[in-house]
């Protein structure tokens, strides 16, 4: 007999990224050499003196359950640093450290909605924010972008979707998936319209720190007087730290807010790890110069892929302002055959390029974007360069 599963578990869409990476671990566990362009994580190590505070905790016995929201040590760190970046003030109680981002954003969403309210997502949007959003009863309401105003949400857009069920605006700048970015008087415009309809903001940084060229990072929070009280902003070691796998995630809100995610997260999962977190301390409180050695890695790496995406016919992508993917539209290479194989929408254009060509993707309709595939550009030279050589090869069918 099959036990069942609740309505809510059985609706939800399990995430497209980590699906692909699943896909292509097996391939080379199968023995192939696959060009992994899945997942987004950097591909360095964490750096030295971060594992070393992590061996150095462990040995000072700091291996037993921490305050549910993080150790103060932790959360204060992360508020200064927030203040000497942006001048914004949060206190320790303001910060709740997390199992990385994406449980941070399981706790706004389960903090802040009840059911039937309706949270504003603009698409292209990471995976995991509709899904987390429908767990609390709470409905996305997916508005599209286009790609000519570079997948931003225009104050237009906003103003029309807004209904007197919205209670939430999610963004995400720098975009997961598309590397595109708000400038400050963009995020602005979308405050203002904030702030005569009385939302909340749930603005998620997690590519602060991943900036490139003349683009600038301004906090949500920032942007208008007023605009810090009425949002939630998520951030994490992930990224900029190359901490994946150590799962730190934070957020910075207002105080009520703050304790009541961590009661909830004192019922749910209670503190993150206690050796991870004080690596993450590490990380914030150390030297910075490893977060700008990775950045200009990445640079390096997004401008060779800008040029191989300009220089394959009927490719293209918007400018890509920060985080580590290029969103490529695929429009004219869709309703045509791949050595005998019909192509007809993202999902079958990826799954035939792994089959192939040993290149992952992942397709943009698990962004809600259908024509376009995202690849994760945070990964090495030498491989970017043969995977686009067999990204050319399967799109000019040699
Ligand atoms: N937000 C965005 C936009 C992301 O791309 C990710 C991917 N990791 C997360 C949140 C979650 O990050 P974490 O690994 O810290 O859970
Ligand atoms: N955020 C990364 C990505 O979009 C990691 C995968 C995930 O967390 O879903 O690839």
């Known amino acids: 007999m099959a036990l069942r599963i609740s309505r ?3 609706a939800l869409e399990p995430s497209a990224t980590m699906a692909m990476a699943a896909k292509a671990k097996q391939l080379k566990a199968s023995g192939k050499t696959v060009y992994d362009f899945s ?8 750096p030295e003196h971060i594992c070393q505070a992590a061996i150095d905790a462990m040995q000072a016995g700091h291996t037993h359950y921490t305050a549910a ?12 640093q927030f203040k000497d970046t942006h001048g914004l003030t949060y206190g320790a109680n303001d910060v709740v450290v997390s199992n990385g981002a994406k449980h941070s954003l399981h706790n706004v969403f389960t903090t802040l909605c009840n059911p039937g309210d309706e949270v504003i997502i603009p698409a292209p949007y990471w995976v995991s924010y509709a899904e987390l959003v429908k767990l609390t009863g709470a409905v996305p309401v997916i508005i599209e972008t286009e790609q000519a105003n570079d997948f931003r949400l225009t104050p237009e857009q906003f103003k029309k979707a807004i209904t007197p069920k919205t209670t939430m605006l999610l963004v995400c700048s720098p975009s997961n998936p598309t590397g595109s970015m708000y400038s400050p008087a963009d995020l602005a415009a979308l405050a203002d319209i904030v702030l005569e309809r009385n939302l909340t903001v749930v603005s998620d940084e997690i590519y602060e720190r991943l900036v490139y060229g003349k683009h600038k990072f301004a906090t949500f929070a920032g942007v208008r007087p007023g605009m810090q009280e009425r949002t939630i902003i998520v951030n994490g070691a992930s990224k900029a730290y190359a901490m994946t796998g150590w799962r730190i995630g934070w957020t910075l809100s207002p105080t009520n807010i703050a304790k009541a995610m961590s009661d909830l997260q004192s019922q749910e999962t209670s503190n993150p790890s206690s050796v991870s977190q004080y690596a993450a301390l590490a990380a914030v409180t150390g030297p910075q110069q490893c977060v700008d050695d990775m950045l200009v890695e990445f640079a390096k790496r997004r401008e060779f892929v800008r040029e191989r995406i300009a220089s394959i016919p009927g490719l293209s992508c918007p400018e890509m302002g920060g985080a580590f993917y290029a969103f490529i539209n695929i429009k004219e290479h869709l309703g045509r055959e791949y050595a005998g194989v019909r192509v007809d929408n993202s999902a079958q254009w990826c799954l035939t390029l792994l089959e192939q060509q040993n290149v992952a993707a992942v397709m943009g309709s698990a962004f809600g974007a259908e024509g376009y595939a995202r690849i994760s550009f945070a990964t090495s030279m030498d491989i970017l360069k043969a995977g686009f050589d067999r990204i050319e090869a399967f799109i000019s069918g040699k």
């Open 39 to 46: 997942l987004g994580e950097p591909d360095f190590n964490t």
């Open 8 to 10: 809510i578990v059985e």
């Open 69 to 80: 929201n993080g150790i103060p040590e932790l959360r204060e760190a992360i508020a200064r």
